[in-house]
């Protein structure tokens, strides 16, 4: 049973310019939330998607979107790079079926972007 | 304010011994949950352990226990026999209310010794 997937594991950009990152939630899971994780620190909170809409944000600017497919899998834009995006980007699933509790958050091995 | 605070930048401790990581919370919220996660070099977080605030007893999974004070706002993670894999960042992390979002903190390098 594939968990979390992303990709690319990862990426190189310039400043200034635009990045996509992918996710696919596990098998089952319909609820996908994006985390930046800067070097040394905790994960922080983008947002979280379900039905295909953003249901909460974080506190980050407009220059990170995303979007949930149909399949659920998800992707997170990030434009006008700056050299601060430099993090791991973790992509986390959940089941709204079986709420927020517990233990229904699983983690993939996240997306590491350098901007230069 | 901080929701999570983890005072402890890294341990060590020796194989087969048992370590505590500190983690104290913030919120007004009567319902939230509790999480640690483990962060191995390669990046995934993995889920160890949960406590609702509603829980009366302490959770346990494995080697793994949370020591849940509620009054003091505190939520211990304890491992007992330590094995050489336990080497990792370890992160406590809540949720607060109907909220979707983990609150996580800084984190707490464990390293264990042969």
């Known amino acids: 049973d594939a968990g979390v997937t992303q990709s690319p594991t990862h990426l190189i950009k310039t400043r200034g310019q635009q990045v996509t990152l992918r996710c696919s939630p596990k098998?089952?899971?319909?609820?996908v939330s994006w985390y930046q994780q800067a070097l040394g620190q905790g994960p922080q909170f983008i947002f979280q998607?379900?039905?295909?809409?953003?249901?909460q944000r974080g506190n980050f600017p407009d220059r990170f979107s995303g979007h949930q497919f149909p399949n659920y899998s998800s992707e997170l834009n990030v434009n006008a790079l700056l050299l601060g995006d430099s993090a791991l980007y973790l992509c986390?699933?959940?089941?709204?079926?079986?709420?927020?509790?517990?233990?229904?958050?699983?983690f993939g091995s996240g997306t590491r972007l350098t901007v230069v | 304010a901080q929701k999570i605070t983890q005072t402890q930048p890294g341990m060590f401790v020796q194989e087969k011994e048992a370590v505590t990581l500190d983690c104290t919370y913030d919120?007004?919220?009567?319902?939230?949950?509790l999480f640690w996660y483990k962060q191995p070099s390669s990046g995934e977080m993995i889920f160890l352990i949960y406590?609702?605030?509603?829980?009366?007893q302490n959770a346990t999974e494995g080697r793994y226990s949370l020591n849940f004070q509620k009054a003091r706002k505190s939520a211990n993670l304890v491992i007992s026999a330590s094995q050489l894999g336990d080497s990792a960042m370890y992160f406590c992390?809540?949720?607060?209310?109907?909220?979707?979002?983990?609150?996580f903190g800084a984190g707490t390098t464990v390293t264990v010794r042969a």
């Open positions: 998607y379900y039905e295909e809409e953003e249901r």
């Open positions: 406590q609702g605030s509603y829980d009366e």
């Open positions: 098998s089952g899971h319909d609820t």
């Open positions: 919120t007004s919220d009567q319902s939230y949950g």
């Open positions: 986390a699933s959940s089941s709204a079926k079986s709420g927020t509790a517990n233990y229904g958050y699983t």
């Open positions: 992390a809540m949720r607060e209310g109907r909220g979707y979002k983990l609150s």
